[in-house]
C-alpha cells in the first residue's frame, strides 16, 4: 500500500511548505537583530542629541564654544557606525572620512547637515520603534512561558505586563500565554516591517550628497583598474607557470628521450623502438597541457556553442545537481562572456567542495547594458570571501569589468551569489 511518504507528489508541498517555514523563521530573526542592533545606535544618538542641546545652551554663556569643535567628530563617528550597520543587511552605505573640524568647513558640510538631522530622527523615533520590538517579543516570550513559574510569584505579583486580567488558578496562566502566542504571531508580521522602518531614515540620510557622486566614482575606478592589473598580472602568473611546470617539462623529456633513442640506433634498435614510444607518449601528454592552459585563457567552448551553452556545459559537470536557466539574447563581448563563463565555473566548484548542498541554480539574465548572473544552492551556508574560497578571485574578476558582486549566506543558507557584468546595449 502506498503511503503519502512514498508519493513524490506530496513530498514536493511539503518542501515547499518547509522551506517558506524557515524563510520567514529567519526573516523575524534577522528583523529581531536589526532591531536590537538599531537600538544601540539610536542609544547613542540619543545621548549625543541630548549633549548637543546641552551644548547649544552651554554657549550661550560661552562654555560651549569649548565643547563644540567635538561635535562634529562625534556625530561623524556614530553616523559611520550606523552606516557599517545598514552596509551588513542590505546595499552598500559609502563611509565618507572625517568630519571638517571647526568654522566655515563645518557650518557648509550638507554632510554633517543631514547627519545631524539622521540624528535627530533615529535617537528618537529609531529608539520607539526598536523599543516596541523589543518588548513585543520580551513579553511574548514572558507570556508563552508563563504557565510554567507563574506559581512561584508572590500573590501580589501574579499578573505580568500587559495582562489586565487576574491570574489565581492554571487556566488564568493558560489565557496568559495565549496572549504570549498572539504576540509572537504579531510580531511574524509586524517585525520586519518595524525594522525597515527604522532604518529608513538612515538610508534616507546617510546616503552620500551629489556632490560626492564624481569623486567616489575616480575612487571606484581607480580602484577598479588596480584589481584589473593585479587580476591580470595574477593570470599571467598561472600561464606561466602552467606552462613552466607542465607542457615545458614534458618537453624537455621528450628531448631527452629522442637524443637517447639516436645513441641507442647504434647499439640496440630494440632498446630504440621502446624509447620512441615513450617519446610519443610524452609528447601527447605535453600536446594535452598545451591544450588546457588555452582553454584555460580563452575556452573554445565559448565560440563553439556561444555563453548559453556553456553554462550548460558547467551546469551539468557540476559535482552537484545543478539547473541551468540561462536566457541571453545576442552575443555580449568576448571579456564579458570569458569572465562570466570563468566566474561560474568557480561559483559553482565551490557549490561542488564546500555547500554540501544537494541542488544548485545557475541562473543568467540579460537587462539592457548589464549582465545579471545568480547562483544559489540549499548547502550549508555561511560562505566567508575573507575564508579563501575562490570568492575574493570572483571579486576581483568582477570588479575589474566595473561590475558588482554580492553574496547572501546566512548560517544554514540558502548562499546565493549574484554578479553583474555591464556589457553594452
Given at each position: 500500500m502506498r503511503t503519502p511518504a512514498d508519493d513524490p507528489g506530496a513530498a514536493g508541498p511539503r518542501r515547499n511548505r518547509r522551506t517558506v517555514a524557515v524563510r520567514r523563521a529567519r526573516a523575524v530573526l534577522d528583523a529581531l537583530d536589526h532591531l536590537i542592533q538599531g537600538m544601540g545606535t539610536a542609544l547613542l544618538s540619543f545621548a549625543a542629541l541630548l549633549s548637543v542641546l546641552l551644548i547649544v545652551l552651554l554657549c550661550a554663556v560661552g562654555v560651549g564654544l569649548v565643547l563644540a569643535p567635538a561635535l562634529p567628530r562625534v556625530v561623524r563617528a556614530i553616523a559611520e557606525r550606523e552606516r557599517t550597520r545598514l552596509s551588513r543587511w542590505g546595499p552598500e552605505m559609502i563611509t565618507l572620512g572625517p568630519a571638517p573640524g571647526r568654522g566655515r568647513a563645518v557650518l557648509g558640510d550638507r554632510a554633517l547637515r543631514r547627519e545631524l538631522g539622521w540624528l535627530a530622527v533615529h535617537g528618537t523615533l529609531g529608539l520607539l520603534v526598536g523599543a516596541v520590538g523589543a518588548t513585543l517579543v520580551v513579553n511574548a516570550a514572558q507570556n508563552v512561558t508563563y504557565p510554567l513559574w507563574w506559581r512561584l510569584l508572590p500573590p501580589d505579583d501574579a499578573a505580568p505586563t500587559l495582562v489586565f486580567w487576574s491570574v489565581t488558578e492554571d487556566r488564568d496562566a493558560l489565557a496568559v500565554a495565549a496572549l504570549g502566542v498572539l504576540m509572537a504571531a504579531a510580531f511574524t508580521v509586524v517585525g520586519p516591517e518595524l525594522a525597515r522602518l527604522q532604518a529608513w531614515p538612515g538610508r534616507r540620510l546617510l546616503a552620500p550628497p551629489p556632490d560626492a557622486d564624481l569623486s567616489l566614482r575616480v575612487a571606484h575606478l581607480s580602484a577598479t583598474r588596480a584589481a584589473a592589473l593585479d587580476a591580470h598580472a595574477t593570470e599571467l602568473r598561472r600561464i606561466?607557470?602552467?606552462?613552466?611546470?607542465?607542457?615545458?617539462?614534458?618537453?624537455?623529456?621528450?628531448?631527452?628521450?629522442?637524443?637517447?633513442?639516436?645513441r641507442a640506433l647504434a647499439r640496440d634498435p630494440a632498446d630504440a623502438e621502446a624509447l620512441l614510444d615513450r617519446a610519443q607518449d610524452a609528447a601527447e601528454q605535453a600536446l594535452a597541457e598545451l591544450r588546457a592552459v588555452v582553454r584555460g585563457i580563452l575556452p573554445p567552448v565559448l565560440a563553439d556553442r556561444g555563453l548559453a551553452g556553456a553554462l550548460d556545459g558547467l551546469a551539468a559537470d557540476c559535482g552537484v545537481?545543478?539547473?541551468?536557466?540561462?536566457?541571453?539574447?545576442?552575443?555580449?563581448?568576448?571579456?564579458?562572456?570569458?569572465?562570466?563563463?570563468?566566474?561560474?565555473?568557480e561559483a559553482l566548484t565551490n557549490v561542488s567542495r564546500h555547500s554540501r548542498a544537494r541542488h544548485a541554480v545557475l541562473t543568467v539574465r540579460r537587462r539592457g547594458d548589464r549582465l545579471l548572473l545568480r547562483v544559489q544552492d540549499d548547502g550549508v551556508g555561511g560562505a566567508d570571501e575573507r575564508a579563501g574560497s575562490g570568492l575574493a578571485g570572483i571579486r576581483s574578476r568582477i570588479e575589474a569589468h566595473d561590475g558588482r558582486l554580492t553574496l547572501t549566506s546566512p548560517p544554514g543558507g540558502p548562499t546565493i551569489l549574484r554578479m553583474e557584468l555591464p556589457c553594452g546595449s
Open positions: 606561466e607557470r602552467s606552462l613552466h611546470d607542465g607542457a615545458q617539462s614534458r618537453l624537455v623529456g621528450v628531448t631527452l628521450l629522442l637524443g637517447a633513442t639516436r545537481p545543478c539547473r541551468a536557466d540561462v536566457d541571453i539574447p545576442g552575443r555580449c563581448a568576448v571579456s564579458v562572456e570569458a569572465t562570466a563563463y570563468f566566474v561560474m565555473a
